[in-house]
């Protein structure tokens, strides 16, 4: 099982979690204490009990926060502490510039499909006027 944070969407293996309304806050906490701490992926290879996860979040929870290297502390931990089945990853960073090169990116094409939409749908309408 992994869990994914990428700005404020999760993902459970690979699929984005849709966050239901009454939801939200619980998510935006969780996502939020996540990202002081640097971390944004956690994996559960295994079924962990109970003593193990305690032990897990309180490490987490004592993590030092902006820390780029918390999840290498954590996994040396993880495994220091002889707790298998758990893994925890880097927090993807993504900066404005990034998002901002991929929305003029995804701008261009939208532009291109609508105006191919907009002559499809012309070329299908001026196609029917000359049958009728």
């Known amino acids: ?41 956690l994996e559960f290879s295994q079924e962990i009990e109970a003593g193990r996860m305690k032990d897990f979040i309180f490490l987490l929870s004592g993590l030092e926060e902006g820390n780029e290297s918390n999840y290498l502390y954590v996994n040396r931990q993880l495994q220091t502490r002889g707790i298998d089945g758990i893994s925890v990853g880097k927090l993807e960073i993504l900066r404005d510039e990034d998002l901002l090169v991929d929305s003029e990116k995804q701008r261009k094409h939208s532009k291109q499909i609508y105006f191919k939409t907009v002559n499809l749908v012309k070329e299908v309408a001026e196609g029917s006027a000359t049958r009728n």
Do not use: T
Not at 23 to 41: A, P
């Open 1 to 41: 099982m992994l869990l994914k944070i990428v700005r404020d969407n999760f993902f459970f293996n690979n699929i984005r979690i849709p966050v239901r309304a009454d939801r939200y806050k619980m998510f935006k906490d969780f996502s939020q204490e996540m990202s002081k701490r640097m971390l944004g992926e």
